[in-house]
């Protein structure tokens, strides 16, 4: 396996686990202050992004480096600042017509893994990139 992959994988998973522990004790730490629910928010809305990231990364981590490669220069190159600016124009409340950040982080989510397998077994058995 390329050395690229296995350190994007170990410092995806490592954010996560991260991230996740800054959730969890955001919780306790902030108790009941005004900004209790923002940073919250900006926390999780991060982790379910790195959550999908990772999902993506272990697709991508059993095919060819050359995939690899592609993906990142074909998918996540564009994908990544239009995910964030999806995410950044998210309603911080609860608004019947634009999703919230979190909501907002989930749907780029399934959509980044779903492009991600298409793309990878596009490909792997269409183009027979190897």
Known sequence: ???LKIKSFLVLSLATILDFTLFYYSKLALGDSV?????RDMILTSFYLLVFLLISNIVLLCLSDKIFKLWLKKIMIWFTPLALIMVAI???EVNFGWPT???????MGVI????TIVFAF?????????
């Open 112 to 115: 980044m893994v779903t492009v």
């Open 35 to 39: 900004n209790r629910v923002s940073v």
């Open 1 to 3: 396996m390329n050395q």
């Open 101 to 107: 950040r979190t909501d907002a982080a989930i749907n």
């Open 90 to 92: 998210g309603a911080e």
């Open 122 to 130: 596009a490909q792997r058995f269409y183009f027979k990139v190897k």
